[in-house]
């Protein structure tokens, strides 16, 4: 059974940091794109961030480059999000998800077939 497992949420204050981590068993996902969402109250899932099944590309949301980072260790089939200089607006749930495809980058939620339960992320003003 495929599961992804999210991790490292939490409450931080704004300029803050957190790394986000995603492990998933069941089998071996170094073929296949991960990448994250998030869902803010009261608003869509939207895309983060992608990484390709060998971690050679990388694609971000415009807002997020240079703040958010994202990596995998293919060894340990697990996907990071480092985040830094965290804002109020990037409250949200955050879920991380594999695709069947490696890249061009999927960039929507219907490209990703496996998805994690979400982690919670709080950043306070």
């Known amino acids: 059974q495929v599961q992804l497992v999210e991790s490292g949420g939490g409450l931080v204050q704004a300029g803050g940091s957190l790394r986000l981590s995603c492990a998933a068993s069941?089998?071996?996902?170094?073929?296949?794109?991960m990448g994250w969402f998030r869902q803010a109250p009261g608003k869509e899932r939207e895309f983060v961030a992608a990484i390709s099944g060998s971690g050679g590309s990388t694609a971000y949301v415009d807002s997020m480059k240079g703040r958010f980072t994202i990596s995998r260790d293919n060894a340990k089939n697990t996907v990071y999000l480092q985040m830094n200089s965290l804002k109020p607006e990037d409250t949200a749930v955050y879920f991380c998800?594999?695709?069947?495809?490696?890249?061009?980058?999927?960039?929507?939620?219907?490209?990703?077939?496996?998805w994690g339960q979400g982690t919670q992320v709080t950043v306070s003003s």
């Open positions: 998800a594999v695709a069947p495809r490696s890249w061009p980058a999927p960039l929507r939620e219907t490209e990703y077939a496996w």
């Open positions: 069941g089998r071996s996902f170094s073929g296949g794109a």
